[in-house]
């Protein structure tokens, strides 16, 4: 009896003993998840906290980009109307600049480096507004101090975009930015002079919309299409318009895939299908119901290496569209990418560029092919236009236009507004401080109408 009892209470002992192990496993576990989940709960917020900083840094930059470009338009601006315009959104840009400098986590003697020339360029922009708009010309002591102020934009973006390839590529953190951003920061205040005016109200607009094909390439259009021609087609009739278009000995099937209801261009959408081609490789079109013009298409297939520089692709696009009835086509501009190149098309007549009348052509680098058409802007605006005489000379335009500027070219183009109608300009290609830039001045009654920086880039020229 007293063996059992001891053996009894042996039993007892270890269940004892592996329920407290048991209590501290569990315990053990639960601390260890508590703190697993802690740590990537902060591992979030930090995470958050860096897309907050990033979003802003970003957005600062190119805030700075915006006023870098500003001051350049500013400067080859020769009416103070255009140069208002230019100074106004430089003010602005420097504002929402400065808001977003203020959400980083960067020390106060970089944010005052970096506010003082915001600020001075964001109060100078806006004296110099003010001034053009009373109808005052740039001086030329204002003329240097606006030229200078942009050298320091210049140097400010080169500093920033530094700083910005360093945190993408991780090799600053933004713990880090405040000792190491300091020295990038801090040179571009240490040579700054002249008069900072009071301070501003923060204003926040809408920045200048970057056009990456083109000047007015994307501009709005009139209600009533003006080249739509020829009576309604059937969906027969313009089936053999597709066929015609990509050319009917390559075509093996066109099908009808459904109707546009569009109220200015209603139209019949077709899927096209190539012989010995395979299936997946198809092209897809839009044909206006009224007269059966190809509006765009796109062709799906996969483009080979480049084997044809632009100049050829050019020559190519021209010859296309002379073939397929659009005639005087002029090359304006274009942008490369995915080994295809997309070049914009205007219409010229009389020697006169017709911006509004444009036509875009994809072509593959690697055999030529047109993959990629649009004609919108040509259907809705093209009309032979009543083109009057110029009231002022070629001679009198450049000497209005000011001596600190190298002009290269000089024509006459029409241009659309953003209201539906057109002005008759002098269109003015020159270079200031190694930058091109495009002029456009009325030729009718000498008002600046806009002014354009021309970015020549490796896949297009590019304009902003």
Known sequence: MGKFREKLLDWKKRLSDRHMYSVFIVIVAVVAAWGIYQYKRAADLRQELDNQYNRAFYEMVGYVQNIEVLLMKSMISSTPQMAAETLQEAWHQANLAQTNLGQLPVTQEVLANTSKFLSQVGDYAYALDRQNINGKEITGEQYKQLEQLHQYSVSLQEALNNLQASISEGRINWNELANKGTELFKKQSQSMTGQLFSDIDNTFQEFPTLIYDGPFSDHMTSLKPKGLTGKEVSVEEAKKRVAKFFGEDKVAS?????????????????????????????????????????????????????????????????????????????????????????????YEQDGVVVYSDLIKVKIALDNGEVVGFESKGYIMNHTERDIPEPKFTEAQIKENFMGKRDLSTIGLAIIPTNFGTEIFCYELKGKLNDRDFLVYINAETGAEEQVLIIIDTPNGILTL
């Open 254 to 346: 066109v099908e009808h895939t459904g109707d546009i209801q569009a109220d200015t261009l209603p139209a019949y959408n077709f899927k096209i299908t190539f012989k010995d081609r395979p299936e997946e490789e198809f092209a897809t079109a839009d044909v206006t119901k009224t007269g059966g013009h190809v509006i765009w298409m796109l062709y799906n297939r996969d483009v080979g290496q480049e084997t044809l520089g632009v100049d050829k692709v050019k020559e190519i696009g021209r010859e296309f569209l002379a073939s397929r009835g659009y005639k005087n086509m002029k090359d304006t501009y274009y942008i490369k990418e995915d080994s295809t190149a997309t070049v914009n098309y205007a």
